[in-house]
T-cell receptor, first 113, second 115 residues
Framework: GNSVTQMEGPVTLSEEAFLTINCTYTATGYPSLFWYVQYPGEGLQLLLKATKADDKGSNKGFEATYRKETTSFHLEKGSVQVSDSAVYFCALSRDQAGTALIFGKGTTLSVSS | DADVTQTPRNRITKTGKRIMLECSQTKGHDRMYWYRQDPGLGLQLIYYSFDVKDINKGEISDGYSVSRQAQAKFSLSLESAIPNQTALYFC??????????????FGPGTRLTVL
């Protein structure tokens, strides 16, 4: 079945540092890939998505590229801010019917000024 | 107003009690989901519904039941709560495009504590 593995946290960075959060997946077929973000005390919000190989999703300075050859969807940001402190989840479609999403365990990012 | 709302936001109950968590949405989506979040485990799917007459179990449905009262409402029940059901519960919705594209929209969550 489909599954997602993302790097464990917490990740602690200083403001303006470069961020990478690794995500790899196992899937049959061609799932869509997502990054969700959860700010403290809130629900999950979609950060970015990619629906086919080589697609690059981007939003709010974050980017991730759907790499079929390495089965990866790493999240990157060139210069993090304190306001980026949150939990980040990588996710993919559960199956081809799109019944639900499979989430990674989440990576906590803490950015200090 | 929020598109996906959950009530209550926080609940403390005792072992053996029946409890219902409610979810409402104004997005007009056909699909609704219930997830459970535990620290370090990510989100796990409890139940999902593609329309009022279509209810399906997720990976961890044991001890839970659901009711889809209308397109906009999807309730999760714990018939006899136990302490290991203490968790953060999220409702989510998506449209019916299906296929491999399945963006979901989440409610703010309900924090449930079972003593």
């Amino acid at each position: 079945g489909n599954s997602v593995t993302q790097m464990e946290g917490p990740v602690t960075l200083s403001e303006e540092a470069f961020l990478t959060i690794n995500c790899t997946y196992t899937a049959t077929g061609y799932p869509s890939l997502f990054w969700y973000v959860q700010y403290p005390g809130e629900g999950l919000q979609l950060l970015l998505k990619a629906t086919k190989a080589d697609d690059k999703g981007s939003n709010k300075g974050f980017e991730a590229t759907y790499r079929k050859e390495t089965t990866s969807f790493h999240l990157e940001k060139g210069s993090v801010q304190v306001s980026d402190s949150a939990v980040y989840f990588c996710a993919l479609s559960r199956d081809q019917a799109g019944t639900a999403l499979i989430f990674g365990k989440g990576t906590t990012l803490s950015v200090s000024s | 107003d929020a598109d996906v709302t959950q009530t209550p936001r926080n609940r403390i109950t005792k072992t053996g009690k029946r409890i219902m968590l409610e979810c409402s949405q104004t997005k007009g989506h056909d699909r609704m989901y219930w997830y459970r979040q535990d620290p370090g485990l990510g989100l796990q799917l409890i139940y999902y519904s593609f329309d009022v007459k279509d209810i399906n179990k997720g990976e961890i449905s044991d001890g839970y039941s659901v009711s889809r009262q209308a397109q906009a409402k999807f309730s999760l029940s714990l018939e006899s709560a136990i302490p290991n059901q203490t968790a953060l519960y999220f409702c989510a919705t998506s449209d019916n495009k299906g296929g491999s594209y399945n963006e979901q929209f989440f409610g703010p969550g309900t924090r449930l504590t079972v003593l």
